[in-house]
């Protein structure tokens, strides 16, 4: 399982800011943190600006292979 630190110096690497060995000074892993936490707030409330969520659950009728949603749709 990967550490926080793991996740930050992999995408550190990725994007060029360290070479493959190197690792992240503190600084530079608290600003890091910040980034990923700020970013994981930001998913977390990404369904709170959707209106309305309704659950539907739908039949499937045999040999049918295609199925159209909307106004005068299956769905």
Do not use: K
Request: proline content about 3%.
């Amino acid at each position: 399982m990967s550490t926080v630190l793991d996740i930050i110096t992999d995408a550190m690497s990725d994007i060029g800011a360290l070479a493959i060995e190197e690792t992240p000074s503190a600084g530079e892993a608290a600003a890091c943190l910040r980034a990923l936490n700020n970013m994981l707030d930001t998913w977390a409330t990404e369904e709170l600006m959707v209106y309305n969520i309704v659950p539907s659950v739908f039949a499937y009728v045999a040999n049918q292979q295609s199925y159209t949603i909307g106004t005068g749709g299956n769905f």
